[in-house]
């Protein structure tokens, strides 16, 4: 699916610029700390607005300052997940699955039984976040996105707290939970060999 992003936004004295164009289904975001990489990947989401600017996905137009769109996050189809994974505390694993979901509650119980199923969580339903190994957590909060079904999932440094050995893991387990996802994904960092093992496209 093709992409657009154009964001242009003044933060006192920095000032992100960004243009790119893409038909990748795997982009990586390369750059160092403080180099707006996740004020980017927040545009996207309609976490934050640029000053300026055109979001596009396929013919799904999320911001036009010149048109004044601005999509509120629920409305833009696009999967966050934050570098701490963002669990609900309090939630077990299957009511932060299934957080995110409409519909009825038979719907929404299917498709989280289903996410749980591809997430490897079974027997794990019943745990809170804090019950459950850092790999765990990881695939608690891809299996919340995933269950809505997103166009584009954004995965903001989601390695960068770990050591170097689990690091490896999860960025191989990662990799396979998304190895069928059809959407694009984003992946921003500041690790030169996890960009490159992932993407397909660098900004």
């Known amino acids: 699916m093709a992409m657009e992003v154009k964001i242009h936004k003044k933060l ?23 180099s707006g990489k996740s004020l980017t990947l927040k545009s996207i989401a309609g976490i934050e607005h640029p000053d300026q ?48 979901l409409a519909g009825n509650k ?4 299917e498709q989280v039984q289903k996410m749980i199923r591809h997430f490897r969580l079974e027997g794990l339903e019943k745990r809170l976040p804090r019950e459950l190994s850092g790999g765990q957590q990881q695939r608690v909060a891809l299996a919340r996105i995933m269950a809505y079904e997103p166009s584009v999932i954004l995965l903001d440094e989601p390695f960068s707290a770990l050591d170097v050995f689990l690091k490896d ?21 500041h690790s030169r060999d996890e960009i490159y093992r992932f993407s397909e496209e660098l900004l």
């Open 53 to 100: 600017g055109h979001i596009q996905i396929g013919d799904h137009v999320l911001y036009d300052s010149d048109s004044r769109i601005c999509l509120k996050p629920q409305k833009r189809n696009v999967g966050y997940m934050f570098q701490n994974y963002a669990l609900f505390p309090t939630m077990t694993v299957e009511q932060n699955v299934g957080a995110g």
């Open 169 to 189: 893991r999860l960025q191989q387990e990662m990799m396979e939970l998304l190895s069928d996802y059809d959407g694009t994904v984003i992946l921003v960092s």
């Open 106 to 109: 038979k719907k929404k119980q």
């Open 12 to 34: 006192g004295e920095y000032e992100l610029d960004v243009h790119w164009k893409s038909t990748k289904k795997r982009i990586g975001i390369l750059g160092a700390s403080g």
